[in-house]
């Protein structure tokens, strides 16, 4: 029990230290697979089990999700905007037709 605090509490904090709530919407995202929606373990899953892991790890996901969806559509636009002028040309193609794939696959 402890080390499942421990391990939400350290991921808490890697999230929190991103500045803006899509920011932390993007990280989380990156960490899963599309295909198996399970979260990258890597490093992780010596602290806890992969499922404490990934049921953490969804749960911050689903709560971060959510305060995005709650974002008015101006703050939403600000936040893309800033989000998408801090990546590269590489990653925004990369972003936009890993999107573009997932719409599809749903």
């Not at 800033?82 to 936009?96: D, K, L, M, N």
């Amino acid at each position: 029990m402890r080390q499942e605090h421990d391990i939400s509490r350290y991921l808490s904090r890697v999230v929190d230290s991103l500045p803006r709530a899509f920011a932390q919407l993007a990280f989380l995202a990156s960490l899963r697979d599309s295909y198996t929606r399970h979260y990258l373990q890597e490093g992780w899953v010596t602290a806890c089990s992969t499922g404490e892991l990934n049921v953490t790890l969804q749960d911050m996901h689903h709560s971060v999700f959510a305060s995005v969806a709650r974002l008015s559509l101006v703050e939403l636009s600000q936040e893309l905007r800033t989000h998408f002028r801090s990546i590269g040309e590489v990653e925004r193609s990369a972003a936009t037709h890993g999107w573009t794939l997932s719409r599809i696959a749903t």
